[in-house]
Structure formats: C-alpha cells, structure tokens
C-alpha cells in the first residue's frame, strides 16, 4: 500500500488554519493543515509504540531498502514514516520524512518494515509558494539573507492561507497571514518581507525560483 499526497485541489480555497513546520524560501515552505494534526500525532505515537515493542523484528532486508520504498526510521524518541530517496556509499541511506518536509540521512540497519496500518494516512506535510512575490531585482534565485530572514520569521508559526492555484496535485501558490506575536508586527508575510527589502511585488501569481515549488 502506497502512501498518497495530500491533494490541495481538493482542499478549501476559504481560509484554512495553518502551522508552519519548515521554511526553505519565500516560495517553498511546509505546512501542516491544523485541523488533521492530530490524527498524525495519534499515528506516529502509536508507531512509537508498535516499534518499541516489536522493532527488532521488523528490521528491514538489506536487499530490499530501495529507492521509493516505505520504511519506519527512528529520529530522537519518536519514530516516523519515510520514503527511501537512495542509498548512498557506506551502507547510509537517504530517506524523506513527507510528514515534515525533511530528508535525513541514516544506516540502512536503522530501515525497518512500515506496516499497512501505518500506510492509510496521507503524508501530511504540503509544500506551498507565497503569491506575488520574487527576489529583489526579478532575481531567478532567493539570496541567502532573504531565506534565513524568512526562516526566523516563519517557522513554527501559526496563521491562516488562501491557495490561489494548485501546481500538479501535491503543491500550490498561497496567500499567508500569520498570528500576530505583537501589535506592531505586519500579518502578511509578503508584505513584511517587502518592507525589509528581502522581496518585491510581481503581478503574476509565482514566478519560477530557486528554491521554489516551480
């Protein structure tokens, strides 16, 4: 059983509650939907339990650690879900953890088994592309100060987004307001960046970036 994306044409082009859980550029950051939350934090502490239990016996065949296949992988205390993106020299392997937008790289005798009933939610993190908004200059990539501003201002907040266009099923371009930390803080991202001189308006809905989801 293969795990699926979550589909953002079929999600609500009202507002929907958000917490950012990984920023890379203005244009390519993850989010969790807050609403379903909550079934992954049940998911993933069930798997820490089953592995607890039963993990020395779900050790994964060598032979079969391939690419695209679904493994279970241990990070801190908690186990996750992840995806084999290759195997590299050393017997290491790299591994994407879609729940959270992130790639680790681990020994191939940390893969174990992932269960089918650990497989029927979908991977919860859904990277987006902030709306009407390009580096300084029409620039094609984010300077290096435009992404770590955006990455102290963004992650692990809280707020709510608009999709304005789906690109393929898996990603999409967005409108974001954040959680306002203080009275004098802006709620809009586009225009906070825009103000420090990090970014600047474009009329097009997303222009092709690096890093970006186009």
Request: aromatic residues 6%; proline residues 5%; charged residues 30%.
């Amino acid at each position: 059983m293969e795990i699926q994306a979550i589909n953002t044409r079929q999600l609500s082009r009202g507002p929907l509650n958000i917490k950012i859980i990984k920023v890379i550029s203005p244009t390519y950051f993850w989010v969790h939907l807050n609403p379903t939350r909550r079934y992954l934090e049940e998911l993933l502490e069930d798997l820490t339990r089953r592995m607890t239990r039963k993990g020395r016996l779900l050790r994964h065949n060598p032979d079969h650690v391939i690419p695209n296949e679904l493994v279970a992988v241990c990070e801190g205390r908690m186990w996750q879900r992840g995806i084999v993106v290759q195997r590299e020299r050393g017997n290491m392997v790299t591994v994407a953890l879609r729940d959270w937008g992130r790639i680790i790289r681990r020994p191939i005798s940390d893969m174990h088994l992932l269960e089918d009933q650990f497989r029927e939610l979908r991977w919860q993190a859904i990277p987006y592309g902030l709306a009407h908004i390009c580096p300084v200059g029409l620039r094609t990539r984010w300077p290096r100060r435009s992404r770590e501003l955006t990455r102290l201002l963004l992650e692990r907040r809280e707020g709510w987004m608009r999709i304005l266009v789906s690109i393929t099923d898996k990603a999409a371009v967005v409108t974001l307001e954040l959680k306002r930390e203080s009275e004098d803080e802006m709620s809009s991202l586009k225009d906070l960046l825009i103000s420090m001189g990090c970014a600047q308006h474009i009329d097009e809905k997303i222009m092709s970036t690096l890093p970006g989801i186009i």
